[in-house]
């Protein structure tokens, strides 16, 4: 029986990590299991950075961004001895299972240290990416979303004032989730996205079309992965002749008070990580598909995940 | 075939239903059929209050609140000759048709609708009362449950450092949807809903226990239909001698800019009921259940939902 | 020379608060001077509830609603006793002078407490209300009507769905100034404010009026000290037979991530509090006047402030 | 006697001008005056793009941003033709004065018209660099600075959760209004700006000096005419070998719905531009000062605005 489980988060901060691990560690301690939080990630793992959290530690934090246990990208847990010295705080400390909060990265990280050093992790799907395989939706997605919208909205006021042509970057590495969500939401005029080649010389000539019957108002939303929206807007001006104006929303999208579906996911995931490793269970990552919880094979949960990309680019096609 | 729709909100409004106003209009004219927009709701149709909607007029209002096409709560349809006044004007303009976009009550009216007069009507579930039974979720609802959120954050603010306890009362005539989601989200202490027996004796222990341990802050989520924050609050003040505040969410939580879940989901069923429509589909509802587009018969949809009130409610109870 | 000062909030928490308090720890530190933080305002001081507060104390509160060091209407002051008992707690931890955060009712008991034992206090005024007379505006004021703002244009997009009649009652117990403000801003039709007496009669043949010409959605915004929203509702449906809605705001007002507008105050005003406390005055408040900084004698501060209602009220119904 | 007017709005949009555009009208009207509403700025005077406006034709749009009259920067205008073509359209529709509604650069071309043409303008300022002369604020800074804020706020989450270095640039092409504005409200710990000349070299010492006393967090806040944050941020890099992360706003700051201080100040402003123009005044601007309406002749207006800026900045280095 578990009687210390040890809980962090890592890769790039998201909107609801602080929920997660409130719930992780009421969780647990209402099952009489004690939680130590590590800071900084892996990296604190290496250098044991460890702290008890207990209830009053976690509380007043739900509606907050970022994470109190900070987070890094940590390039030392990639190596022999990184991992190496990580175990060796694990067994110092008599930690007998993990919750490693993050995104797909993070994921990696903790499969390969099961597989290496046979430690016990769950992963809990933070990212606002939503890179994660076999669940519907990672728990920060909901508040990015949303930040990017209200920027979107802000900028089709001056879009539609001046009549202007706009070209909003957005995250998304190696994915168009935020891209294709916000651009259908925000009543975007057209995306560019890694899942999906494009054709600037077609938009540009939509637009050329466009302006000739007077529409002058125009937003293209740009994933970060799949191109830059400063070369974009510059290639449309050169092909129409119109002026354009880029805008990369950046780490805006990261931030901020994490909205009620962000939260309510972070709480319910961060409950069911800590309910399924007192099981018996590990390597894998809680989620939620179809609105019920499930969970996923690290090793799955790290492939690629797909997007629906043509329904929702055929609907921001009819409905804008 | 179709030739021309109708397209008509009902009941409360939602935030959403300009965003399915637009997708059910640019949806109707990509596939060649016109649109006529009602306004009032029921009693537009009564009294012939229709106008042809092109794709402009549904230019700008993707992130506004309320709805362009207005809503009532209509007695007069309810009864036989409004009905019959109501069919005539289907019939003077040739509506082939109906997407009827709002609740319960709504859907309630088009099923009677179809039965006497043989109108084909599809429903677009908008509710922010989450009240339409087989779908997971009215496009409302992530919006009014982010704004009841957002109130409950504040509040908190206040109550944290007053040290006080708030009852606070949301929306909710026969569901403790939003009570119990934000409650979840809020971090809130108890709540009181339609669903659930309450005891408010051992309510008012905890609290008192509480409050000899130090924790002088609290919040109580109350769902409208369950009972009065006032009163909640009275009685509190009654059994434990200590000092409380109601407060009456309201209207606030009706209106407001639409999230990006409403938009999306509002635009989406908005799309499939003109697409179900045009498919020859009636007398049903489109929603989404486990993150895919299902049809649910009207008469089915108006019936009581259930909710998951015990999970949730264990999950409030473990993590705050 | 100064050594030691110590600041404390007190009376309803505003936004700004714990800005002011940053302001007051680290302009005062700057000068070599010690702060202790006095927590549940004059009841801590009574009970000797206090701490020293570093630079790190006040890290990360600038953006927070509410107050880190609590704050309570503590009744015990008032009393003879009490006030010795505070003194005494001012003695023994050798305080020089002090930094009272709060509204009217925190500057009585400040003067007082300077007039009763010499005790040299300086003001900072914040209040939701704007009620500290001889400046232009306490910190939270912007931020409390922002929220109330935001929530009557939520209620705006029912008010013009649904057709319906609202009255929104805001804080404010003896002033009018979150409803002028907020009506003016909001587009509303009216308002009942304890400045103005109003005439009901008149009110209501407007809205009588108004409807006739199919007018039709109707705000008036009523302050709390002024009537109850939910009894204006009621007449006016006695005698206008239109179906009202009464909202009323409540604690919504209080809380909340202040404003830019409400951060600035706080911290210019903690930061010349502290310089004058140092430069030997006392027994006034710092606030701001025509853009300026400007000190007022705690006596004259907490007189009755007077709003320049004729004027606005002119604006609302020109405007509306 | 003025019969009719004409109103525009030039220049970048800003937040608050449908609330100018409302008062305005609704106070022409009041006063029995007609008002021509001109589209696209002075480039719809040259192409005689007006449109009598009614009361209803600006209601609902008190808190939307953007401008419903559009705008433009037009360069004819400040050809002799364009003005010559701009007046006979003034003399055509017998226009006999205009509101102008912009920033510094509409001021000009407005004085430039009365000089040549000698057509009546009363300038309101409207711009979110804050940019006039001889007034505190012009109406649309408020929303703006507080809209950076809010993303300052959201990059501060990761700032702290990732103990990272970031460099954000805001508007102000020829002033650091809004950069000191958000710096001192955000907790920022130092500035860069057209005002004052910085020392980069300094600034890296003390990153590098509190990075080695522990503290890894830092926001640096650039005005877009003072550098760009890109360069700023590569510059860090270089010199102290840390990562940092440029983060450019951009128009994200000009839209979105107007504060309560935006839309008062314009509805103010706009009622007294009415007011002055009918009795006679022209060729200056209305605007606040010290919490009184001021008139500043528009060549005065637009003259370099001096800010205080050593003030805010010796409080951003105390409190941060």
Same mark, same amino acid.
């Given at each position: 029986?578990?009687?210390? *489980?040890?809980?962090?988060?890592?890769?790039?901060?998201?909107?609801?990590?602080?929920?997660? /691990?409130?719930?992780?560690?009421?969780?647990?301690?209402?099952?009489?299991?004690?939680?130590?939080?590590?800071?900084?990630?892996?990296?604190?793992?290496?250098?044991?950075?460890?702290?008890?959290?207990?209830?009053?530690?976690?509380?007043?934090?739900?509606?907050?961004?970022?994470?109190?246990?900070?987070?890094?990208?940590?390039?030392?847990?990639?190596?022999?001895?990184?991992?190496?010295?990580?175990? !060796?705080?694990? =067994?110092?400390?008599?930690?007998?299972?993990?919750?490693?909060?993050?995104?797909?990265?993070?994921?990696?990280?903790?499969? !390969?240290?099961?597989?290496?050093?046979?430690?016990?992790? *769950?992963?809990?799907?933070?990212?606002?990416?939503?890179?994660?395989?076999?669940?519907?939706? &990672?728990?920060?997605?909901? &508040?990015?979303?949303?930040?990017?919208?209200?920027?979107?909205?802000?900028?089709?006021?001056?879009?539609?004032?001046?009549?202007?042509?706009?070209?909003?970057?957005?995250?998304?590495?190696?994915?168009?989730?935020?891209?294709?969500?916000?651009?259908?939401?925000?009543?975007?005029?057209?995306?560019?996205?890694?899942?999906?080649?494009?054709?600037?010389?077609?938009?540009?000539?939509? /637009?050329?079309?466009?302006?000739?019957?007077? =529409?002058?108002?125009?937003?293209?939303?740009?994933?970060?992965?799949?191109? $830059?929206?400063?070369?974009?807007?510059?290639? /449309?001006?050169?092909?129409? $002749?119109?002026?354009?104006?880029?805008?990369?929303?950046?780490?805006?999208?990261?931030?901020?008070?994490? &909205?009620?579906?962000?939260?309510?996911?972070?709480?319910?995931?961060?409950?069911?990580?800590? /309910?399924?490793?007192?099981?018996?269970?590990?390597?894998?990552?809680?989620?939620?598909?179809?609105?019920?919880?499930?969970?996923?094979?690290?090793?799955?949960?790290?492939?690629?995940?797909?997007?629906?990309?043509?329904?929702?680019?055929?609907?921001?096609?009819?409905?804008?």
């Amino acid at each position: 029986m578990m009687k210390r *489980i040890a809980v962090l988060t890592t890769g790039g901060d998201a909107p609801g990590m602080n929920a997660a /691990i409130r719930s992780v560690v009421r969780t647990a301690i209402y099952h009489n299991v004690e939680v130590l939080g590590v800071f900084h990630g892996w990296s604190g793992l290496i250098n044991e950075e460890l702290k008890l959290l207990d209830r009053r530690a976690v509380s007043g934090i739900i509606n907050q961004g970022g994470t109190i246990l900070r987070t890094t990208r940590c390039r030392e847990f990639h190596t022999e001895e990184g991992k190496q010295r990580a175990f !060796e705080t694990i =067994k110092r400390h008599a930690i007998d299972g993990m919750v490693v909060i993050g995104g797909n990265g993070s994921f990696a990280g903790a499969h !390969e240290f099961f597989k290496r050093y046979n430690v016990r992790c *769950i992963g809990v799907p933070a990212s606002i990416d939503n890179d994660i395989n076999g669940i519907d939706l &990672t728990f920060g997605a909901d &508040t990015a979303v949303n930040t990017a919208l209200s920027a979107i909205d802000n900028i089709r006021d001056t879009s539609t004032s001046m009549e202007r042509i706009f070209v909003i970057e957005v995250m998304g590495r190696n994915t168009g989730y935020i891209a294709l969500t916000v651009a259908l939401a925000g009543g975007c005029e057209d995306i560019i996205i890694p899942e999906r080649s494009y054709d600037l010389e077609a938009i540009c000539q939509d /637009i050329a079309r466009g302006n000739a019957r007077g =529409k002058a108002s125009w937003i293209i939303v740009v994933a970060e992965g799949a191109a $830059s929206a400063t070369e974009i807007a510059r290639k /449309i001006t050169d092909k129409t $002749s119109l002026e354009t104006r880029p805008v990369v929303l950046g780490h805006i999208q990261r931030g901020g008070r994490p &909205t009620a579906y962000s939260r309510e996911l972070a709480l319910r995931l961060g409950y069911e990580a800590v /309910i399924r490793l007192l099981a018996g269970e590990y390597d894998e990552a809680v989620g939620i598909s179809g609105n019920k919880i499930v969970t996923v094979n690290l090793e799955l949960a790290i492939q690629k995940k797909s997007l629906d990309v043509e329904r929702i680019y055929k609907l921001i096609r009819i409905l804008t």
